[in-house]
């Protein structure tokens, strides 16, 4: 077997190779309807991605010669964080200003009723308190990071942590679609969906997605309000390790400070650098095109990842329980962050 970074190759290459279908496709509807005169749905390419990435995954994942794209598929998560990276680049300290006090308030507000549903739901449902405590956290704060974040921190089962992060990914990957379809039949503006999608969604990679399904505006503030809802990760982790060990009889060892640093998602540090460099002009227009054009193709690999890595037969091996709390509680929280949005939006201008 291949080794070193040759072993991920292979990998790489369907990533590449799926994502680009994903552009052919997006490109070639529209240079159809353009040249018959029709006005087909522009179907961007992080959909086509995903959708080709999710019939090869679930036809030929498990035959045993596709082990050799595993360690290439693997990275799609690097991809993903190199592209919120590099993203900065687009989001001056301005920008986040002109998020404006409601937006930020929502976000606490999110926090805090996503993590109470998901509690509440799963107690009824008879969850054990690790698992709960999975599911909160993955869906009020950001998806399957702060899931492998927190299981660390309050030493969770790694059955728990299979069902919370498929869990998140199945509702995450119909979030994605669904939340466009919501918006445009709401007749939402961009910014009014991105704050949306950015509260709602769990998964990064989803918000950028469905964002970018939805358009480039709404996709841009849709990972700004997640990048600031992926800001509290380290806080929130650090509070869930703190019960537990308080229930085992036992404290964290070290610095506090250094824990926080650990469970903070460096990606999230890196999209803040990028973007203070950004807002003192260090780089050139040129650059920042470019950079931002990196960033563009980085998502393209992640999205083809999530696709490949999207397996229904795993689903519905891991049982029914978590799904239906998950579904239940994100369907609601959907619901109540949508009702937030609109209600903030009419009472005092999201804009």
């Not at 599911?135 to 059955?159: H, K, Y």
């Not at 990028?274 to 999205?303: G, I, P």
Request: aromatic fraction near 10%; hydrophobic fraction near 60%; glycine fraction near 12%.
């Amino acid at each position: 077997m291949v080794k070193g970074p040759l072993a991920l190759l292979p990998g790489l290459v369907l990533l590449g190779v799926i994502g680009y279908a994903g552009k052919l496709a997006e490109s070639s509807i529209k240079a159809f309807g353009a040249a018959h005169k029709l006005a087909l749905p522009n179907i961007e390419y992080v959909f086509w991605a995903i959708l080709f990435g999710l019939v090869i995954g679930n036809v030929f994942g498990r035959r045993s010669w596709f082990r050799v794209f595993e360690p290439g598929i693997s990275t799609y998560e690097l991809w993903l964080k190199v592209g919120i990276v590099l993203l900065g680049v687009r989001f001056l300290f301005a920008d986040l200003a002109k998020l404006g006090a409601p937006t930020l308030a929502l976000v606490v507000l999110e926090i805090v009723l996503a993590g109470g549903i998901m509690i509440g739901l799963a107690r009824l449902f008879g969850l054990g308190p690790k698992l709960t405590a999975l599911l909160a956290i993955g869906s009020s704060v950001c998806g399957v990071s702060a899931i492998i974040a927190t299981r660390g921190a309050i030493d969770a089962e790694e059955d728990e942590t299979a069902f919370a992060i498929a869990s998140i990914l199945v509702i995450g990957a119909l979030s994605l679609f669904a939340f466009p379809l919501v918006g445009h039949a709401l007749g939402m503006s961009d910014r009014v969906f991105g704050v949306w999608a950015g509260l709602g969604i769990d998964n990064t990679a989803e918000v950028a997605a469905a964002g970018a399904l939805f358009s480039d505006d709404a996709a841009k503030v849709a990972v700004l309000v997640k990048t600031a809802r992926n800001a509290m990760i380290g806080f929130v982790v650090l509070g869930a390790a703190l019960y537990f060990a308080s229930r085992g009889g036992r404290a964290i060892e070290g610095s506090k400070a250094v824990f926080l640093w650990k469970k903070l998602p460096k990606f999230v540090v890196g999209f803040l650098a990028f973007s203070a460099l950004a807002s003192v002009h260090v780089f050139s227009a040129a650059q920042v095109t470019s950079l931002a054009n990196v960033s563009r193709w980085a998502f393209l690999l992640t999205f083809a990842g999530v696709g490949l890595r999207t397996n229904t037969a795993d689903m519905k091996k891991r049982g029914l329980r978590p799904f239906v709390v998950g579904a239940i509680a994100e369907l609601a929280i959907a619901g109540i962050t949508l009702a937030l949005v609109i209600g903030a939006d009419r009472l005092i201008g999201l804009q």
